[in-house]
């Protein structure tokens, strides 16, 4: 009886003897990072001496590489070991949070910003581990389920320690800001030390190589689209040639998919999208990616925009910012940590749906509730609820809907699609929050970002959310779940691919 109940129940700190454990700590580590800058943007911002809206840029640039970095490392992972991409990813992440805290120039500053955001890739290599410990059990997606929903919980509680944290050291070292930025580092320090120790690899291995083509036309891709939006918000909305390069980085997309599709062995593997239970979840990824990671800048600029100045924001100090960031953040702890639960009470798929309207519910009541704290902390609350069930589910969604040996290539797509639909959300927004940028009673043009481009902010980032939550309905009713592998394994995997 203890044996069955057991495996049954799901005992998440057996699965690899001990490996969800040692995971936590990782995923902590990457929400600290997640969490720490936020707060601190405005002071970044006066530190390298840039308008509070070319913030965005650090997140547009971050992304743009976590995107073509994900599905490399992701199918490194597949190839040669998840464990030896995840130290190897640590690693980089490291030396570059190092370089962040001592760069002088916007430029250099802008490319450890942007190496930094390879720690993307650590959830998708880590579902991938846990996909692999737990495999030969019959409950192996609510196993994975179950476990990712906790590594995500220590995600979104790291992310509330480091918003926290970010705040009061910025406040208490605002005289030594190389300091302030050098303290995530230590942690990271801590994550390549205990997968170097304590993390034991996967064993599945797919065949093949990684797709150097690929990355390049895909480095081409958000190049050009990003590189776009950059002429925009430099040469203004008005000129007509850096939108034409924007959708000239549009239509490479076509190209890029059809070289994709004609390999057998692609870096990012459009097939897979064929499943009806894959594609939505991609789709939802993608459009999710838009508020998760697109608006965290402007929702820490505009807590700290003077309302006496400007006429709009809270006018908020660092320490005050890291507050409304923590209660975001602790709302997403909770969604992610009931994710789980209400899944097994309901279905995967109703708790997407559900999750991605309380997003876009949250966003949308920004548009009219914005003027006190207490107004944008509740809005925020409620889209945190569903962003943390969203960030947990779809990972393990897309792991339940992968063929054999794929679940790397599949949990990487799903982050590749998340930080696609974030890298052209925060290149967007900035141009959005420069149009209609306020001059002050002097004369001269403020650094705040415009309330204009604060709301078609929420507003996107709300039609976005309930958009997805449309897609998810069209999955059919058991997918992500045991019982759909049980009664059909086609519905929830395509046919399995060659295996090392």
């Known amino acids: 009886m203890t044996g069955t109940t057991a495996r049954s129940g799901g005992r998440i700190a057996g699965i690899g003897g001990g490996l969800v454990g040692f995971l936590v700590f990782v995923e902590f580590t990457s929400g600290v990072l997640q969490g720490y800058y936020i707060p601190l943007l405005t002071d970044v911002a006066r530190h390298l001496d840039i308008h509070d809206a070319d913030v965005n840029w650090l997140e547009a640039a971050q992304l743009m590489l976590s995107a073509i970095a994900v599905p490399i490392l992701a199918k490194l992972g597949d190839l040669h070991g998840h464990r030896r991409m995840l130290l190897l990813s640590a690693a980089v992440v490291a030396a570059a949070t190092v370089v962040l805290a001592f760069a002088q120039s916007f430029p250099l500053f802008l490319i450890a910003w942007a190496v930094q955001g390879i720690y993307a890739a650590w959830l998708p290599l880590q579902v991938a581990l846990i996909y692999d410990r737990s495999r030969g059990r019959a409950d192996q997606a609510a196993q994975t389920r179950r476990a990712t929903g906790l590594i995500v ?278 141009v959005a929050l420069a149009a209609g940028a306020p001059t002050l009673v002097d004369g001269t043009e403020g650094t705040a970002g415009s309330l204009s481009g604060y709301v078609t902010v929420w507003v996107v980032c709300g039609v976005t959310a309930l958009a997805a939550a449309v897609a998810l309905v069209v999955v059919p009713k058991l997918a992500f779940s045991d019982a759909a592998a049980a009664a059909d394994p086609r519905a929830v995997a395509p046919a399995t691919e060659p295996r090392a």
Request: hydrophobic content about 50%.
């Open 153 to 430: 919980a220590a995600l979104q509680f790291g992310a509330i320690v480091g918003a926290l944290g970010g705040g009061q050291v910025g406040s208490a070292f605002a005289g030594q800001f190389w300091l302030v930025l050098l303290v995530p580092g230590f942690l990271v320090l801590g994550v390549c030390a205990v997968v170097a120790l304590r993390v034991p690899e996967s064993t599945d291995r797919l065949a093949g190589d990684v797709d150097a083509t690929g990355a390049a036309l895909l480095s081409v891709v958000l190049l050009v689209i990003t590189g776009g939006l950059t002429f925009v918000r430099i040469n203004g909305a008005g000129e007509p040639w850096p939108w034409l390069v924007t959708a000239a980085g549009l239509l490479l997309v076509v190209p890029f998919v059809r070289y994709e599709l004609g390999r057998p062995d692609p870096l990012v593997d459009f097939r897979v999208l064929r499943s009806p239970s894959m594609w939505p979840v991609q789709l939802t990824a993608g459009l999710f990616g838009i508020s998760v990671l697109g608006a965290q800048g402007p929702l820490s600029t505009f807590a700290r925009t003077d309302p006496d100045v400007y006429g709009y924001g809270l006018g908020l100090s660092t320490s005050m910012v890291s507050i409304v960031i923590g209660g975001y953040v602790i709302s997403m702890l909770v969604g992610a940590s009931q994710f789980s639960r209400i899944s097994a009470r309901t279905s995967p798929r109703t708790t997407l749906i559900g999750a991605a309207v309380l997003v876009g519910t949250g966003y949308l009541l920004l548009v009219p509730f914005h003027a006190t704290l207490g107004e944008t902390l509740a809005c925020m609350v409620v889209a945190g609820l569903g962003s943390g069930a969203l960030v947990a589910a779809l990972p393990a969604a897309a792991a339940a809907a992968a063929p054999a040996g794929r679940t790397g290539v599949a949990t990487g797509l799903t982050n590749t699609s998340k930080v696609l639909g974030g890298s052209f959300a925060s290149a967007t927004f900035a």
